[in-house]
């Protein structure tokens, strides 16, 4: 079993910024496209920004970008999610998704997702 842990997550005023990260167990990392899902009270999960294999490429929901930046560090097997200009509709629990062989548009739009983490909470006030 792949576990899959987020961490970073706060409680943050608007226009402040956090740094999320997600690390996994799985030892070919390099492997899993990778991405950011968020889940708001009574809304559906969507996704928030997603990286290939390689982070080369990259996707990001329309109303992250210029704010949020998503990286990778294949020798770390950690995924990042940098957020900026944090406002509180960014409010939710995140959640960081892992598949393999994949592209960042198969997780991200398509949503096929092999491993979940538990979420990391994102609290922004106004």
């Known amino acids: 079993q792949v576990q899959v842990v987020e961490s970073g997550g706060g409680l943050v005023q608007e226009g402040g910024s956090l740094r999320l990260s997600c690390t996994t167990s799985e030892l070919t990392f390099k492997d899993y496209a990778m991405g950011w899902f968020r889940q708001a009270p009574g809304k559906e999960r969507e996704g928030v920004s997603c990286?290939?294999?390689?982070?080369?490429?990259?996707y990001y929901e329309d109303s992250v970008k210029g704010r949020f930046t998503i990286s990778r560090d294949n020798a770390k097997n950690t995924l990042y999610l940098q957020m900026n200009s944090l406002n509180p509709e960014d409010t939710a629990l995140y959640y960081c998704a892992i598949t393999r062989y994949t592209t960042e548009y198969d997780v991200c739009v398509r949503r096929w997702v092999d491993n979940w983490g538990q979420g990391t909470q994102v609290t922004v006030s106004s």
């Open positions: 990286i290939s294999r390689s982070g080369g490429d990259t």
